[in-house]
């Protein structure tokens, strides 16, 4: 541990202060021009306390959206970007869960193999393989619905890789006593090693719940329909209306909608993420 | 309750590795046997196929007078105690012993009854709700052979459960672990590499070496008569001493020690039997100079240097004698104390 002095105290204090600072401020601002007049953000003076603009700004965008823009009330869209990230999140989960357990607790031939090409798919991010995806995805009929949304990015080899990793620090004699106990495979599973990962499930669906929630390339793709447009891809279409002064007080309420769901999903699961992150004792 | 019978049991590991090489074992019913061996030796690997954890290469397994080769663990009804506990983390001990009832269809009742009945003979009453994190490691320990109690076994399966834990605890634990066995009278096979252990607990002992049977007996009975070179080095402690013949023919002993098997070229002398005064029953004196004395409260240990040998050769006496170290001493042996052995083959030669 560092010394405590008062000069160190108070140093770092200040750079913990100018961080937060760094960070907060822009989503302050996003917040403060939610509430002002369409033109006050673009009058060249930024506003730093609240307007009276706030009810009429977010009960448009909540309400009707932005008819100008070709933009869907947000309502919509927040539920497409919670079924996308949340399918994505627990989709991913599942999956990768199944797929280490069996690469971990099973020998079968090839099971090198299997987890080799899981492995080197770590190396194939979404954007790589996207028009071949975004072919198989038109060819099965899955344009404009949640399973072209969430299917092809469902498959994750990090997560893979993290449960296996975790699942080696596992004790080989608790699976040994729970066979001796009388579990077979799918029983120790359900009853030994899921509870034993729950910290571990807890931190990789807030990671895999905002990396569903920020997807935007996926969606621009698949979708051209507005009752799937999602949250990121609705303030894409706000400011992309060309020669027209974007409406930044609805640009901005939109933004602070759309980071409430992730925010929230941070802070109620915070303790079992930290716990899953750092926690080494088993 | 059952007999366990091994008959040629042989584990290979891919890549021709053989760590059990033909094992015969008949373990009567109710009888505690314990397999002794150093690491390496082939005894877990054995305890584990007996299990059901590792796959038989070779040979017949039986409890009782099914043969189980093939068997899941879980079929088998045998119950284990792990050398690190296996406690389920996340489950209160109350849950980890109810969890192998519950899997086998037990009723509620009957599972509240036996987990009762084996909390109170391991004095776990009061830790039922409390998880495996909260307990120290002799708790763990009693949890861990709680729920193997409540299963109610042919067999217990002991793999080494006390190694983890302190010098004091093991051997309270050992004793309990004696006097539980006697009261329920399950078979029991037992796994450790500590000598001690194995003679205090074991009705029967099975020294291993190499994945080979070097000896089985009771415990005085291999004490007394160690078969080869290899089980008298490992059954006793501070180990037995070996002297080569000539030394002790050259030192004018030579009627004591004709009568011993011609094959034998070098003898076994326990610590305790070379004596710092002279018996009445005929003996051999030895001389040789006292490297290190050792004061081990109760007892001592001297070490002297035999034939220019490269170990030194440790004598026990009780108390503490009045010696000095570089002193030149004399010892006494008696022909009874003699263990014949040939160093070639490693066999007792009579």
Not at chain 1, 199 to 206: G, P, R, S, Y
């Amino acid at each position: 541990m560092v010394e405590r002095r008062p000069f160190l105290n108070i140093l770092t204090h200040l750079v913990l202060i100018a961080g937060v600072l760094i960070v907060a401020f822009p989503v302050y601002v996003a917040f403060i021009a939610s509430t002002h007049e369409p033109s006050a953000f673009v009058r060249g003076v930024l506003p730093l306390t609240p307007g009276d603009n706030l009810l009429e700004s977010y009960g448009q965008m909540l309400n009707a959206g932005w008819q100008v823009g070709g933009t869907p009330p947000v309502w919509l869209m927040l539920g497409n970007s919670l079924i996308m990230a949340l399918t994505i999140a627990i989709g991913k989960i599942s999956i990768s869960i199944l797929s280490a357990f069996a690469i971990v607790y099973f020998r079968f031939p090839f099971r090198m193999l299997a987890f080799w090409i899981i492995f080197i798919t770590l190396m194939l991010p979404v954007e790589v393989r996207i028009i071949p995806t975004y072919a198989v995805v038109a060819n099965l009929g899955m344009l404009n619905s949640y399973a072209g949304l969430t299917l092809p990015l469902i498959a994750s080899a990090t997560a893979t890789f993290l449960f296996r990793q975790f699942f080696m620090t596992v004790p080989e004699e608790l699976m040994e006593a729970s066979r001796v106990d009388g579990a077979g495979p799918m029983k120790f599973f359900k009853d030994i090693l899921l509870p034993v990962s729950i910290t571990n499930i807890a931190a990789l669906f807030v990671i895999m719940f905002i990396y569903g929630w920020v997807q935007y390339l996926w969606p621009l793709l698949v979708t051209t329909d507005e009752d799937f447009y999602t949250i990121v891809l609705g303030i894409k279409r706000l400011m992309a209306s060309s020669d027209r002064v974007p409406a930044w007080n609805l640009i901005m309420a939109t933004v602070t909608l759309a980071m409430l769901p992730p925010v929230l999903v941070v802070l109620f699961m915070q303790k079992l993420f930290v716990k899953g992150l750092t926690e080494t004792e088993k | 309750m059952a007999s366990i019978t091994l008959e040629g049991l042989r584990k290979t590991y891919a890549g021709n590795v053989q760590a059990v090489k033909g094992v015969d074992l008949a373990v009567e019913d109710g009888e505690f046997v314990v397999l002794v061996g150093p690491s390496g030796c082939g005894k877990s690997t054995l305890l584990r196929m007996v299990a059901g954890l590792e796959t038989i290469s070779e040979g017949t397994l039986k409890i009782g007078d099914r043969v189980v080769n093939t068997l899941e663990p879980a079929e088998r009804d045998i119950a284990m105690v792990f050398q690190n506990y296996a406690l389920y983390p996340h489950m209160t001990v109350y849950q980890n012993l109810a969890y192998g009832l519950k899997n086998r269809g037990f009723k509620k009742p009957v599972i509240e009854e036996r987990v009762q009945k084996a909390a109170k003979m391991l004095e776990i009453e009061d830790f039922l709700s409390r998880k495996p994190r909260n307990l120290s490691g002799g708790q763990r320990q009693r949890v861990a052979m709680g729920r193997a109690l409540v299963r109610e076994p042919a067999a217990f399966l002991f793999d080494e459960p006390l190694s983890n834990l302190d010098a004091k605890l093991r051997v309270q634990m050992r004793v309990e672990i004696r006097k539980l066995q006697r009261r329920l009278k399950t078979t029991s096979l037992y796994v450790t590499h500590d000598q001690l252990e194995a003679m205090t607990l074991g009705d029967r002992l099975v020294v291993l070496n190499g994945g080979l049977i070097e000896q089985v007996g009771t415990p005085m009975e291999i004490y007394a008569r160690p078969a080869s070179m290899f089980v008298a080095g490992f059954i006793g402690s501070p180990a037995m001493n070996m002297v080569p013949i000539e030394y002790l023919s050259s030192r004018g002993a030579r009627e004591l020690l004709v009568d011993l098997p011609p094959e034998t070229d070098i003898v076994g002398i326990r610590p305790d039997d070379m004596r710092l005064s002279p018996p009445e029953t005929p003996h051999l004196v030895v001389e040789s100079t006292l490297e290190l004395f050792e004061a081990a409260g109760a007892e001592s240990h001297l070490y002297v240097r035999l034939a220019e040998s490269e170990q030194p050769t440790v004598i026990r006496v009780s108390g503490q004698p009045p010696v000095n170290e570089g002193e030149t001493l004399r010892f006494y042996v008696t022909r009874e104390a003699l263990h014949p052995f040939n160093s070639d083959t490693g066999q007792r030669t009579g």
